[in-house]
């Protein structure tokens, strides 16, 4: 039967486009109707690799005479759950640190045979965030290594293309440029006219510009994972296919070992790699394993070749039309990321070797097509190869998620990558392996962690609602404290209702609803404010936004809720802080907590005390404050973000007899000796000088600082001082040599340089200081007693 839907969209892209040639093959059109699929379909891009992996992989071990293994080891140190490419590269990667012979990974279907053989290839591109910016540049770095090398990965050097229909957008890719030069990626700002130079076939009548990234290029996903199999196979490295893990074991907060269905394997550590599967794979422990992603479905087309296809042309994105494009085989590979997208798999997912293709929705991904067609006029001329309508695992908040999770001691994850995962996974591979043998990362990917998790993120219907939204984020201008419209209401306090009616516009922490500002209808502020979002009907409340790169609109209410503070008496809600008992039967209680926390806590009863908790090397792991409510006993309260954080921490570094020997606190060592030696950063004050909050763009948090006109670091916080009238900065300092090395930061070389701090691709000249300036008070603090966050 043909369902009438379907007939309806083939008559719209037919009337539509009646005048060009673009044409869906008789196979595709059986595919639409319901009918069985042809293996038409599959000829073109798969029909010579991908789609018949297995054989591939048969035919590539009988030529490099590598085997896989037909049973997994009984013991090993590491087992990677999830053979594709994630779990491929975190397997090459602990084979090169030396760990070959010691690990296994499992995959239940064909090795790459998921999401990685049907990734787009698109590697690079630009983050506006620090480690995922590492992470990119590595992942490129490693795809070009093994293709120097003489590897088959598919690599091509194209460049990549990011073209902008407003200023906003430019905007926004001056952002990027500017964190990009920091990390050493060269890349430009190119007028229409420049863009249609460096790709002739774009229509750009509607650009404003473009972002240019000549090192950027694409590869080809199944091939570059091959590549990490075979490199890892050499190194002993083993591999099990078609073999399902199906339960984990635990004693003690430890995974000990893994049950799957070619046999029983005992291990040290285990590391979840399932992609779609992740959250599935993390039901399979006691205690369950919560790993917040969902799939949503994922659509991409290819034509069939096309006279005069230049092979080098640029991976090209188009954001504001939600799009992406490049050459393939001589015609296009392009797909898109709608605004709302439609969840997958939503009762189950599929089993090993199940089909994970879904039918395709014309009417779905017309929108895109239509701008496809309009950036690439000359795509009307092709004939299709195939849509295909995947999936990929999108995490809750839109980032990647990795880490060691807060449940188990050994158990490392890496999800919802999304459509990046090719761009991440040489990068997170590498970062997962040295945490694993090294016992710490190799950066400091603090917004990437699974720890920023609660266990209702891992809620199902949670997941399902804000699986809509969050492949639409991925091409969205990423202006400040964005905030979802799906999966609110997580957590609300007591008194919501109140703060609803007293006008609150609400921001999201922690699943928790927290009035961002608010609206002061008597004064008529309602009209100025943007409140309308696509699903604003299903929303019981207001959400805060923020759709500009310049002054927010919010800024009269904050200046008032300010003034209200500084001038008269303010009341804090703490119910979203996050809040901790810890008591005892004797004094443990105290010991245990000077060991934990680097301020003395032996308070009197009643008192509150701030304090931070040090990790080894003396850096924060937390920023929490104390109230002594009894001799032996406390309440710990902590910013909301740090929930999961905290707990786990507080876990896994209280001993477990109860017992607290040495009573000097974690990372003392460490800062004693960094108060000898010196430190390598300094968290400064800087005041932007020739800055116009009126008009200019603000810095909102990343912006690269420079000294003297070279790069030394980059903006951690950032905010309007309404005391000093100007946009205050906060951010570490560096101080590198001639090589890029890290030298000692002194008091004196802070003070003697002159700063800048670069907004959107403008550098602003700023004061600098060592301390936040003293304001004026009504009743002035005792200096020594003053706690002095930003002092040295
Ligand atoms: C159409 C499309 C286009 C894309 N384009 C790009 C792009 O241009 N650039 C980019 O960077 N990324 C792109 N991606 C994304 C990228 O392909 C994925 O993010 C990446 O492949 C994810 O790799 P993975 O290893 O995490 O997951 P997968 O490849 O899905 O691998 C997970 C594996 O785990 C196995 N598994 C699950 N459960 C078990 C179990 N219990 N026992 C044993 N094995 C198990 C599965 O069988 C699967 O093979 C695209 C994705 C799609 C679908």
Partial sequence: MMASGTVMILRTINNHWKNASFVLPSSCRSFHTGGPVSTDILQGRWASSHQYQQLDLEENFASSKLVLDDLPPKEAKVVVCGGGMVGTSVLYHLAMLGWGKDVVMLEQGRIGGASSWRGSGFLGGVKLTGPEMKILCKSKALAKELSDAGHDTGWKQCGGLHLARTRDRITHFRKMRAIAEANGTECYILSPEETAKKCDIINTSDLVGSFWVPNDGVCDPYKLTFTLLKLALEQGAHVVDECHLSRIMVQNERVVAVETSKG??????????????????????????????????????????????????????????????????????????????????????????????????????????KEMLFRVPVMKKASLGCLYNTSCAFSADHRWILGMVPELTNYFVVGGLRSGGSSAAGGIGSMIAEWIVSGTPNMDAYDLDILRFLPAHNNGKFLLDRVREVPGIHYSNAYPFSDFTTGRCLRMSPIFPRLKAAGAVFGQVMGYERPSYFLHKSNGDSADYETTF????????????????????????????YAACREGVALLDYSSFAKFDVWSKGDEVVQALQYLCSNDLDIPVGNIIHTGMQNSYGGYENDCSLARTAP???????????????????????????????????????????????VKRLYVHLQLEDHNPEVDPWAWGGEPIY???????????????????????????????????????????????????????????????LRSPSLPSKFPEPQSNRYLATQT
């Fill in 632 to 678: 032996n006993h406390y309440m710990m309260i902590a910013p909301s973000i740090q929930q999961t954080r905290s707990i786990t921490w507080l876990k896994r570094n209280l001993p477990s007899d109860g017992s607290v020997k040495d009573i000097d606190f974690i990372g003392r060592e460490a800062l004693e000796q960094q108060k000898k030696e010196g």
């Fill in 534 to 561: 696509d699903n604003e009907a299903s929303i019981p409340f207001q959400i805060a936004t923020t759709k500009t790169w310049t002054k927010p609109q919010w800024f009269e209410s904050v200046a008032k809720e």
């Fill in 707 to 769: 000294r003297d006109g070279v790069f030394v670091g980059v903006t951690t916080t950032t905010g309007y001082g309404f005391t000093l009238n100007n946009l205050i900065c906060l951010g570490f300092v560096r101080n590198y040599d001639k090589n890029g090395n890290m030298d000692y930061v002194t008091p004196e070389y802070i003070m003697a340089g002159d700063y800048e701090v670069d907004i959107a691709g403008v550098r602003y000249s700023a004061s600098v200081s």
């Fill in 264 to 369: 029983m394997i005992e291990c040290d550590y285990i590391v979840n790699t399932g992609g779609l599967w992740a959250r599935n794979i993390g039901q399979m422990s006691e205690p369950q394993v919560k790993v917040p992603v969902h799939p949503a479905e994922h659509y991409f087309l290819y034509t069939q070749k096309l006279d005069g296809i230049d092979p080098t042309m640029p991976a090209l994105r188009d954001p504001d039309g939600n799009i992406y494009i490049r050459e393939f085989n001589g015609g296009f590979l392009c797909g898109g990321f709608e605004k709302w997208a439609k969840p997958s798999f939503e009762k189950e997912l599929p089993g090993p070797l199940q089909d994970r293709e879904l039918l395709e929705d014309w009417d779905h991904f017309f929108v895109m097509l």
